[in-house]
């Protein structure tokens, strides 16, 4: 398995409170991803990142920002979360798509609920 | 953008019978196609992947797909399941171009003993 770690692995929070989820990698890929998982829409990317500083939106970025201060971590923040934000969400890594390299691998997940 | 329809939302079978999942996908240019595994409570494992070449590939597990062009699909094949093979199936595809890879929304397999 990829080195691939999230933390936490579980978070229950209340709406309007912010939180931070982290991915940390020990593999030193380049592009990090953030996805959430909800029945019956399989997986979509919030942001990505295709390196330090370099981030850029997904499919469902509204109510989510990124940061990438160094190669091994990338934190998805909800600034004020919602209860729509309840959701299973996965970090995954690649080395470099534009190379041919374009397989990801994801992490073990964090299970966010917002009440 | 991409997108990918996976038509069964949940199969069910019997042990040693044949599974084919089907996936199809919405892009006219070059295309890079994935089918990952999710095990209850786990995370995404790849199975297989398609970047050019031959069209029939070969996976883990015993599973292999097949890239039809003309057909926009890429179908996952087992010749027989096992009751171990019970998890979420999702395909996935990139352009050459970008980074947004776009999964399906599932299939879910059941394999009775």
């Known amino acids: 398995d990829a080195g691939i770690t999230q933390s936490p692995r579980h978070k229950v929070t209340e709406t309007g409170t912010p939180v931070t989820l982290r991915c940390h990698q020990t593999?030193?890929?380049?592009?990090m991803y953030w996805y959430r998982q909800d029945p019956g829409h399989g997986l979509r990317l919030i942001h990505y990142?295709?390196?330090?500083?370099?981030?850029d939106k997904g499919e469902v970025s509204d109510g989510y920002s990124v940061s990438r201060s160094k190669t091994e971590d990338f934190l998805l923040t909800l600034e004020s979360a919602t209860s729509s934000q309840t959701s299973v969400y996965f970090c995954?890594?690649?080395?470099?798509?534009?190379?041919?390299?374009?397989?990801?691998?994801f992490g073990p997940g964090t299970r966010l609920t917002v009440t | 953008a991409q997108s990918v329809s996976q038509h069964n939302h949940h199969v069910i079978l019997s042990e040693a019978a044949s599974l084919e999942l089907g996936c199809n996908y919405s892009?006219?240019?070059?295309?890079?196609l994935f089918w990952y595994v999710q095990y209850p409570g786990q995370h995404l494992q790849l199975l297989l992947k398609?970047?050019?070449?031959?069209?029939l590939v070969k996976g883990i597990k015993g599973f292999e797909a097949e890239f039809i062009k003309s057909k926009f699909s890429f179908n996952l094949r087992k010749p027989s399941v096992q009751w171990s093979d019970t998890a979420e199936y999702f395909c996935?595809?990139?352009?050459?171009?970008?980074?947004?890879?776009?999964f399906g929304a599932g299939t879910r397999l059941t394999v009775k003993p």
């Open positions: 995954a890594i690649s080395q470099n798509p534009g190379q041919g390299a374009y397989e990801q691998y």
């Open positions: 593999e030193n890929h380049r592009y």
């Open positions: 990142s295709y390196g330090v500083k370099d981030t």
């Open positions: 892009y006219g240019g070059t295309v890079n």
């Open positions: 398609y970047f050019s070449g031959d069209p």
């Open positions: 996935a595809v990139t352009t050459a171009n970008n980074n947004d890879m776009r």
